[in-house]
Structure formats: structure tokens, C-alpha cells
Nanobody, 116 residues
Framework: QVQLVESGGGLVQAGGSLRLSCAAS????????MGWYRQAPGKQRELVAS???????NYGDSVKGRFTISRNNAKNTAYLQMNSLKPEDTAVYYC??????????WGQGTQVTVSS
């Protein structure tokens, strides 16, 4: 079992920045990949960014060049640095952990609202 707790969401003006954190606890040594997903009202949940245990990253097309995912294995935490935020980035952001067993765990989500 893994528990994920997100933090760092909030309200920001367009062009601003936010940094999300996802703290993992429990069977952390079994975590393979970590990622951030988002879901806006009326839309499907989509990949924002992911990072493997080796540090390889992958980004959704809409955030490339603006968002950066990182992972501190010593602190069992993943981060999402979001710069040049746009109103269309408004969504609930969820942290996801993929285990070596291929089980998935999700956090409770944190709201990000970007005003124009």
C-alpha cells in the first residue's frame, strides 16, 4: 500500500507559477514511476508529466516547455514546477504512483485555478 498526499495548489494569475508536491508513504520502495495528471470539469483525466525511478521524464504536449517534473527519492516526494500558467491549466491535479507490480495509487487531488 502507498499513500500519496498532494500539496501546493491554489489560485494564481495567468503567467504565474506554482509548485506542486506529492509526498509518498507506505511501501515506497516498490514505487516505479510517479506522475501528475489533471482533470478539468467535463473533461477526461489527462497526463501532465511522469518520471521513472531512473529520472526519465515524459510530458503532455500542452505543458512541454512550461512544466517540469522532478523526483527526490530520498524524500519520497515528486514535484511539479508549473511556469507560465494559462487559464486552460485550471484543473484538479492528481499524483499517481505506479508500482513494480503495476498496481496504481492515486492521491486525493489538489485544485489549481489560473485566472485570466
Amino acid at each position: 500500500q502507498v499513500q500519496l498526499v498532494e500539496s501546493g495548489g491554489g489560485l494564481v494569475q495567468a503567467g504565474g507559477s506554482l509548485r506542486l508536491s506529492c509526498a509518498a508513504s507506505g511501501s515506497i520502495f516498490r514505487i516505479k514511476d510517479m506522475g501528475w495528471y489533471r482533470q478539468a470539469p467535463g473533461k477526461q483525466r489527462e497526463l501532465v508529466a511522469s518520471v521513472t525511478s531512473f529520472g526519465s521524464t515524459n510530458y503532455g504536449d500542452s505543458v512541454k516547455g512550461r512544466f517540469t517534473i522532478s523526483r527526490n527519492n530520498a524524500k519520497n516526494t515528486a514535484y511539479l514546477q508549473m511556469n507560465s500558467l494559462k487559464p486552460e491549466d485550471t484543473a484538479v491535479y492528481y499524483c499517481k504512483a505506479v508500482m513494480y507490480s503495476n498496481d496504481n495509487y492515486w492521491g486525493q487531488g489538489t485544485q489549481v485555478t489560473v485566472s485570466s
